[in-house]
């Protein structure tokens, strides 16, 4: 799916930072109180940007960005101990996810929670 290859994208930036824990110690940086914040706006810039511009819409809109957004904290926290070959099972994991989460265009996120 064009999420899943974005956010495998996105992910795979961090690959050279994740020898000697040089990616999770960033991490704990950014959730710190003081740079909680400015943590949380790139998370949300990233997510818009994998996610496309839906301002149409916006209860659909931020409802597919909230689980987008845990996807993909989900998936980079399981990257952090991930030690498969190019971390293929950070991208199966990703898949399963997605396929959990995945957001049909012509069904509401109202109607998919209903769902469960």
Known sequence: SLHHALIKHRLSS???????SRWSHAMSLGALPPNLLPTTKILDDTVRIICGDKSYNYIQAYGERLVIGGVYAATELYMLND??????????????????????????????????
């Open 83 to 116: 030690t498969s070959e190019g971390y293929a099972l950070t991208w199966e994991f990703l898949e399963e996810v997605l396929e959990d989460v995945t957001l049909r265009e012509d069904e509401s996120f109202a109607e998919k929670v209903v769902e469960g």
């Open 14 to 20: 961090n690959i050279p930072l994740l020898p000697n």
